[in-house]
């Protein structure tokens, strides 16, 4: 029997597609149902599931695998929860168990490849194409993880894309304003997220500064500005932390970017600018954060104590500054001399 070769479009698509086709592009493309099978026996393609097809020799990669189960549950199938996270290169998700979802009632069709999520409505603008893979956008995300996850990793990946700029604040926002006309699930943590930081919000440049926020947070001192333009008469530059009251400003020096003599260098160039122009400057370690925590409250507080005695009488307004707290560091970070966590003040 005389074999009929893939088309070229159906190749092409497989192409574009990490080495995938759907058989309804091949059947509408004229390849009868005999001669597929024929294709698949003589190894000219292999059959992954009833509607999809695998060029052979191509790449068995994470992206194949989830575009597969994309294609599988179609039509209006996209990659969403951790997969989603992951292809959006948010750190600690998996591409595997491919989760999928789609809008319910559009198909019966069920699916093998992946764990399959099916919701009220996708809208269009909620979804996108991310390397040739149907997924949902960074927004509709945030709200699946606001919805699956503890709502402090779910924070913690919104940054993460916030600071990427996958999302912003107004996106976020209008994102709100359409999923509110559905009541979907994680929606009040996602709207409590986002009011608590506010469509100007400037997420932390990295897990160091998240860490050192949460130090300071824990010793009950109040919140620092995170990566503010800063200097005198003239602009001296972006400065980690600065206090939202006092010249107080605070440079978390990592190990992999403040350790060549040329960023020493620098740093001490711009540091010794901010404090000809009034400001106390804390510098503190990468191993102070994470592991010398009580280190960094005693130098802030004694910072504090120095921005304060330099301030004219009428610069403070507003509540009082908290009384600063000893602590005692134990292996979960810090408890007070009584062994209670501190109360933020």
């Given at each position: 029997?005389?074999?009929v ?17 759907l ?17 698949v ?36 199938a996209?990659?969403?929860?951790h ?7 948010i ?27 099916e ?18 956008r ?5 709200l699946?993880l ?49 009011d ?13 500064e ?20 800063s ?6 530059g972006r400065?980690d ?8 400003i ?9 350790t ?8 001490r160039v ?26 960094v409250?005693?130098?802030i ?12 009488r009428?610069?403070l307004?507003?509540p ?5 707290v ?20």
């Amino acid at each position: 029997m005389s074999t009929v070769p893939l088309p070229a479009i159906v190749l092409e698509i497989a192409e574009r597609q990490h080495g995938l086709a759907l058989v309804h592009a091949a059947r509408t493309a004229g390849v009868t149902r005999e001669a597929l099978r024929h294709a698949v026996r003589q190894g000219d393609a292999e059959q992954l599931t009833a509607r999809v097809l695998r060029l052979p020799g191509t790449p068995r990669t994470g992206h194949q695998r989830v575009l597969a189960a994309v294609l599988d549950a179609s039509p209006g199938a996209f990659a969403c929860g951790h997969t989603a996270a992951s292809l959006w290169g948010i750190p600690g998700y998996r591409l595997t168990p491919v989760h999928v979802t789609r809008s319910r009632g559009m198909t019966g069709r069920r699916t093998r490849l992946a764990v399959l999520h099916e919701v009220k409505s996708l809208l269009p603008r909620h979804v996108t194409v991310l390397e040739a893979i149907p997924i949902v956008r960074p927004e509709r995300l945030a709200l699946e993880l606001c919805a699956s996850e503890y709502p402090l990793r779910a924070a913690r990946a919104v940054d993460d894309m916030w600071r990427r700029r996958l999302l912003s604040g107004r996106s976020l926002r209008r994102f709100v304003d359409d999923a509110s006309v559905h009541g979907r699930g994680g929606l009040q943590v996602l709207r409590t997220l986002l009011d608590d930081r506010g469509d100007d919000y400037v997420p932390p440049a990295s897990n160091l500064e998240s860490r050192f926020a949460a130090v300071i947070a824990r010793a009950g001192l109040p919140e620092m500005r995170r990566q503010v333009d800063s200097g005198g008469d003239v602009w001296v530059g972006r400065v980690d932390f600065r206090d939202a009251r006092l010249p107080l400003i605070v440079e978390v020096q990592s190990e992999r970017y403040h350790t060549a003599l040329t960023d020493k260098q620098a740093d001490r160039v711009r540091l010794a600018a901010l404090r000809a122009a009034g400001f106390v400057v804390v510098e503190v370690t990468e191993n102070q954060v994470w592991h010398r925590p009580e280190e960094v409250v005693r130098l802030i507080e004694g910072a504090r104590r120095a921005g304060l005695r330099n301030l004219p009488r009428n610069w403070l307004s507003g509540p009082p500054i908290p009384r600063q707290v000893p602590w005692e560091r134990d292996s979960a970070g810090f408890t007070s001399p009584a062994g209670r966590p501190a109360r933020r003040q």
